[in-house]
């Protein structure tokens, strides 16, 4: 019989619906329970594309015995993490505080009062590799509880005071400065692995915000070892398996230091903010590799991950259907190849061709003598046109093969980064087909996702907005990708649209020291309200908040945005030095920040002008750290940076300005890619 999360929008809950578990969603009223029964609360909590969220499901809150006892004497809390990070950030900090560590699915048990006094990620359903089953920890948490209750308390007080007196080392209002960024640089190259790309060991997850700043530091600085590092390390993964060689995309992370095996999932967060990479690798170097992985990546979002409403879903499982027919689910099915699968698509000539240019061995390089495809480095030539035909006949294969699942659930953050993304590619590689997705994506979030106080919600799905309230970095996100918008469609609306929005964040995150929540004031109370600076898997709300604030700034000139950009980045000034691989985004806003940034007005006599729409895509690929773009018509007032510029003697020109000082506004396109590289 289904059990309450029946209702529910999120995919992951949806998952767990038909659980013997009488579930509960994130509520009061489960509490409410809680403290009407006397039993404590188990907190359980993962996401849809989570491989050991899926064994834990299977194994624990399928089985009808441990369903029996987690009823009996539980109240059980199902929350999926990309719908509630606050409630994830929260618990996930007592989690390490506790452990050590982290991860999913999160286990955690609280008193009726959401203090937490119990903590672990996965428990397996028997005893093994010295972890207890998943049943003595629940024997174990159930006699404490009846036996001990006062200790009980006792610890979930400690543990909650703990969290809440833990302080955040702000380290100021004043922004970083070159020595502080000089710092930085230098601690990332002492934990860059030259043989690999990428820093520190397995697993190795893509450094995307890092290299934006590597990126943003060399075009300001010249440092060759930070282009190095950057360009290194994007081929090194585009090579390796953790970027899909047939279809396009990135899987989440490599198990492995040498980007070989991956964790299979696909995040539209790591495909958003890589797409953008690589076209700003492109940007600075015109490197091909470059150039086909974001035009790839933005192709595979656009294929696989677009919904029928415009938006973006979140993901695509990491497991599948292993073709058997058994039914049984296998991390990688999809991806993975054998020699004689290949001979099946391809007979044994271009079989022979294939296992020599992707990688594929006898032995294998994943599980059971399967390989991940990779482009192994290698001084042999290769005929390209049979190459393509390869890579055609084997993705027509593998689209025969039982697909693994999508999360069809839109979270506006990562729509965000996805609309800046496809914007800025579709705009540097002439493919309007991308900007036109952006342009959708962003119509759903302004639709589906913006009340009529502009402020948003956390996620949509078929067309049906969430309960959540969108947090900091989605206001900030979201912020991000219309401001794209705004530079590469010259429309106003979409910078109108991010000004709402960073007007909640200057009201309802930012407290008066200039520091940022990752919850508005008016959010629902919990048991601390998380606040982290440091980039995760996406750049955090602060940082991310900080950067859209002085782009929004630099377009129109709103004195108090840059302001509260400025006091924002005064934490990168304390960490950026010291953990430098943990707030790259924030370096990369520091960058700009410290570049001015630039403002580039393209004024012309119609929208159709071809000289006007060259100056316009000039502008764009100039690589001035977060130069913003403004292009119209002249005169129009379309976007405040076009005020006041006339055309030359009639023709289209550009305005470069920084730091309150504008150059002679130029018609020559030499003239304006050197003022935006030096």
């Not at 174990?140 to 007080?157: F, K, S």
């Not at 290299?211 to 943003?216: A, D």
């Not at 879903?313 to 004689?340: F, I, K, M, N």
């Not at 027509?396 to 069809?408: I, N, V």
């Amino acid at each position: 019989m289904p059990n309450r999360l029946t209702h529910e929008t999120s995919p992951y809950l949806l998952q767990h619906a038909d659980n013997p578990v009488d579930w509960w969603p994130w509520s009061e009223a489960a509490f409410d329970e809680a403290r009407r029964t006397n039993r404590p609360v188990l907190l359980s909590v993962g996401y849809s594309s989570c491989h050991w969220c899926h064994v834990m499901a299977h194994e624990s809150f399928e089985d009808r015995a441990t369903a029996d006892y987690l009823n009996e004497h539980f109240v059980s809390v199902k929350v999926d993490r990309e719908e509630r990070p606050d409630v994830d950030a929260v618990y996930m900090e007592a989690v390490q505080a506790a452990t050590g560590q982290g991860g999913w699915p999160m286990t955690v048990f609280l008193t009726p009062d959401a203090e937490p006094f119990y903590f672990g990620t996965y428990f397996p359903p028997t005893p093994r590799h010295g972890m207890p089953s998943f049943r003595q920890v629940l024997e174990g948490v159930r006699a404490a509880w009846t036996d001990r209750r006062d200790e009980v308390a006792e610890v979930a007080g400690k543990i909650t005071r703990d969290l809440a007196g833990r302080e955040i080392d702000y380290g100021g209002t004043e922004a970083p400065g070159k020595e502080e960024l000089a710092q930085a640089l230098l601690g990332l190259t002492r934990e860059y692995d030259p043989q690999r790309g990428g820093f520190g060991g397995a697993p190795k997850f893509p450094p995307s915000m890092v290299i934006e700043f590597l990126l943003r530091h060399h075009a300001r600085t010249g440092s060759e070892g930070a282009l190095e590092m950057a360009r290194d390390t994007c081929e090194r993964m585009a090579r390796g398996g953790i970027y899909d060689q047939l279809g396009g995309g990135f899987a989440r992370y490599s198990v492995d230091r040498d980007w070989v095996v991956p964790h299979f999932e696909k995040m539209l967060y790591d495909n958003a903010l890589l797409c953008r990479v690589y076209a700003h690798l492109w940007r600075s170097t015109g490197s091909e590799l470059a150039r086909r992985v974001a035009l790839e990546t933005a192709d595979f979002m656009v294929r696989e991950l677009r919904t029928a409403e415009g938006g973006f879903s979140s993901a695509l499982d990491a497991d599948s259907e292993d073709g058997t027919g058994s039914g049984r689910h296998v991390e990688g099915a999809y991806y993975v190849w054998t020699p004689g699968q290949l001979a099946e698509v391809l007979g044994e000539a271009d079989a022979e061709l294939a296992a020599q240019y992707f990688g594929v061995t006898d032995d294998g390089t994943f599980e059971e003598g399967q390989s991940v495809l990779q482009l192994p480095q290698s001084e042999g030539v290769f005929d390209a046109q049979r190459i393509e035909s390869v890579r055609s006949r084997l993705l027509a294969a593998r689209s025969r093969r039982p697909a693994p699942g999508r999360d069809d659930k839109v979270v506006a953050a990562w729509n965000g980064l996805a609309v800046a993304a496809l914007a800025e590619t579709g705009a540097y590689f002439d493919r309007p087909d991308l900007v036109e997705a952006a342009v959708s994506a962003a119509d759903l979030l302004v639709r589906l996702h913006l009340d009529e106080h502009a402020r948003l919600a956390r996620t949509s799905k078929d067309g049906q907005v969430g309960a959540n309230a969108g947090v900091l970095e989605d206001y900030a996100d979201v912020a991000e990708g219309f401001l794209a918008l705004a530079s590469v469609t010259g429309e106003g609306v979409w910078l109108e649209f991010a000004g709402f929005l960073l007007d909640h964040v200057l009201a309802g995150f930012v407290d008066e020291s200039g520091a940022l929540y990752d919850t508005a004031a008016d959010a629902e109370r919990l048991i601390r309200r998380p606040q982290d600076p440091t980039d995760n898997a996406t750049p955090s709300g602060w940082t991310a908040a900080a950067g859209a604030l002085l782009g929004y700034a630099a377009q129109t000139g709103a004195e108090p945005h840059r302001r509260a950009a400025e006091r924002a980045l005064g934490v990168v000034k304390a960490l950026g030095p010291r953990v430098p691989r943990f707030i790259g985004w924030g370096l990369a806003v520091a960058e700009a920040q410290l570049d001015g940034p630039r403002e580039v007005a393209v004024v012309a006599p119609s929208f159709d002008d071809e000289a006007a729409k060259a100056l316009h895509r000039t502008a764009l690929l100039g690589t001035a750290p977060g130069a913003v773009v403004a292009f119209g018509v002249a005169e129009s007032d379309e976007l405040p940076l076009l005020a006041n510029r006339p055309l030359v003697a009639g023709r289209p020109a550009a305005y470069v300005c920084r730091h309150f000082t504008c150059d002679a506004p130029t018609t020559d396109l030499e003239q304006l890619r050197t003022a935006l590289s030096t």
